[in-house]
């Protein structure tokens, strides 16, 4: 159907998209930072709850950079930094009650939600996005925070931190009195409302930045009893690196913080660290980080005042909207994840929709009728990539969302439009044999010869139908003829309908049909069948479409009609429109 010419990368040239012109930056940044090791991206996820669609924006940014340095032939590492040793913070809507017995303890030391086959609470919320990341060709070195603190990694840095906490807690200061800043940073929540708010999981705006009654310490340990952040720390020595604690729990202690592994930077302090130990040339953060006194403001000087780094580039990325999905089913309960867009769309579509739009602006996705027009949109660029005519930017966004420095994802190979599959697979409700009738029939000059050359498409296409389009909106083809509407017909009406029963079978393609349904109302009028529509003829065509669609499917709207009738049958379709 579509032959795809092979897409020059395009995007080498400075002025042609975004990612590019981030990848020159970044490259020259590095080249003055770090010359000759490898690049270092950076993105930061917790998994305190479904990581939604939104926060694949904090992976997709940085991943389309780091794609094109690969592309030019320059080693570049995307760590993802799983911030599962965060604290976990409140029971989401739709989980145990009981589970707030475990609040304030590091998120993989919380048992997942019941029923699930992972060992915590982290590794519940991890697993699926693993897997998406995985399906949408996105590469990457995943850093767990719980092991890395619990491993020691950060050792030197806590103790140095510790040291200088005087320094920290000024910089700090000079914020305090400023507007309440944004919190951690990926806990951004797309466009709408309220659900979202008990799914994103997490109120880190509160986050505590290490301030307490015996001074500040940035430093946050877990107890060693109850296992829970709810500590103060009383005081600490420099030299011995004592450290006493407190607990909520009523436990209190003394350790060796050049030995103890069961706690935490705080968050505004543990960022900075992180970009100055991993080297991060760059790294994107939700546009809630702006303000004065955000962890990516503060961060940025205490990562050059205290730690002797330099912060990352750092785009602000806009929100992620989302349509549809409003009442159907999730596995997040109401916030779309990226397994959730993959589900019905295919991974370029889902990569495509985050490499067209330039960080800063908002977007949506469509789990709604909307997803038929994003496929047509799509399947309209990959035409204009087949026929030459496709602008640079276009050419450069579609190159990133089909292929990788490592290759190209998987593709249908033979790609029908979404909004007929759609329609076919509502009609014949899955069955594959009456699936496979009507596609052959759709374009005779290049038939589908079997449904696995549709796929992936169609299955996401049938997934679509049948998850995210409600039971009303669904089609019903009429099993009995309405023969009261057919009894009572208008002469002009009844011949309308014989004429075009007695078109069907010169016309049984899609776009014979599609001819044969505007000629129709041409033909009654005494005209050509390929005369331009006046406004009279438009009226007729529509009251025409109307009647067709009530004979056909009980309803005044529908699929496509050429759709609907190849799905039909020819047969019944004859004996719907009361011809036999
Ligand atoms: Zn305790």
Redesign the pocket.
């Known amino acids: 159907m579509l032959s795809r010419k092979e897409v020059p990368i395009v995007a080498q040239s400075p002025e042609t998209d975004w990612v590019s012109r981030f990848a020159d930056e970044v490259i020259a940044e590095a080249d003055r930072r770090a010359p000759g090791k490898p690049i270092v991206c950076a993105s930061g996820l917790s998994p305190s709850g479904p990581i939604h669609l939104g926060n694949l924006r904090e992976v997709m940014t940085p991943h389309l950079v780091a794609d094109e340095i690969r592309r030019r032939g320059r080693e570049c590492v995307h760590i993802i930094s799983w911030d599962d040793y965060d604290r976990f913070r409140k029971v989401p809507n739709g989980v145990d009650p009981s589970w707030s017995e475990h609040i304030g303890k590091p998120l993989t030391s919380v048992p997942a939600p019941a029923g699930s086959e992972y060992g915590s609470w982290a590794e519940h919320f991890k697993a699926p996005m693993i897997a998406a990341l995985a399906e949408l060709g996105i590469e990457f070195h995943g850093i767990s925070q719980t092991e890395q603190y619990t491993a020691g990694a950060y050792r030197e840095q806590v103790l140095f931190a510790m040291r200088e906490r005087g320094a920290i807690d000024a910089i700090l200061d000079r914020y305090r009195t400023k507007d309440k800043p944004a919190g951690k940073k990926q806990q951004q929540k797309p466009l709408d409302e309220a659900e979202v708010e008990a799914a994103a999981g997490s109120g880190a705006a509160d986050e505590d930045d290490g301030t307490g009654g015996a001074g500040y310490y940035p430093y946050k340990p877990y107890?060693?009893?109850?296992?829970?952040d709810?500590?103060t720390v009383t005081s600490y020595d420099d030299e011995t690196t004592e450290l006493s604690y407190t607990?909520?729990?009523?436990?209190s202690e003394t350790v060796k913080l050049s030995e103890h592994n069961r706690g935490k930077l705080v968050w505004k302090v543990d960022w900075p660290m992180r970009w100055a130990y991993e080297g991060v040339i760059f790294e994107p953060s939700g546009v809630d980080h702006s303000s004065p006194g955000s962890s990516f403001v503060v961060g940025g000087q205490i990562v050059r005042e205290v730690f002797g780094g330099e912060q990352p580039i750092g785009p602000m990325y806009a929100f992620v909207g989302i349509s549809g999905m409003a009442k159907m089913s999730s596995s997040a309960g109401g916030v779309p994840t990226p397994s959730d867009a993959l589900e019905i769309m295919e991974a370029p579509l889902v990569r495509w929709l985050y490499a067209r739009r330039r960080p800063n602006q908002s977007f949506k996705v469509a789990f709604d009728q909307e997803i038929q027009r994003t496929y047509d949109e799509w399947d309209a660029l990959e035409r204009k990539i087949a026929d030459g005519s496709v602008q640079a930017a276009d050419a450069a966004a579609y190159s990133r969302a089909t292929r990788t420095a490592a290759g190209e994802l998987p593709r249908t190979p033979h790609p029908l439009p979404y909004r007929t599959l759609a329609s076919v697979v509502d009609i014949t409700t899955g069955h594959d044999e009456q699936t496979l009738r009507i596609l052959r029939d759709l374009d005779p000059a290049n038939p589908v010869t079997s449904l696995d050359e549709t796929r992936p498409r169609l299955d996401r296409a049938q997934a679509w139908i049948t998850t995210h389009v409600p039971a009303d909106q669904r089609t019903r083809v009429r099993t009995e003829p309405d023969r009261e509407i057919l009894g009572s017909l208008p002469a002009a009406d009844r011949a309308a309908l014989d004429l075009l029963v007695g078109g069907l079978d010169d016309h049984w393609s899609l776009d014979g049909l599609t001819t044969l349904v505007y000629a129709v109302p041409k033909l009654q009028a005494g005209l050509d069948a390929d005369a331009k529509p006046t406004p009279e003829l438009k009226v007729a065509q529509r009251s025409f479409f109307a009647l067709l669609y009530q004979l056909l499917v009980g309803r005044d709207t529908g699929p496509r009609l050429p759709t609907l009738l190849l799905a039909v049958g020819a047969d019944r379709v004859r004996t719907l429109l009361g011809a036999v």
Do not use: Y
């Open positions: 107890c060693s009893v109850c296992d829970k709810l500590t607990c909520a729990c009523g436990h």
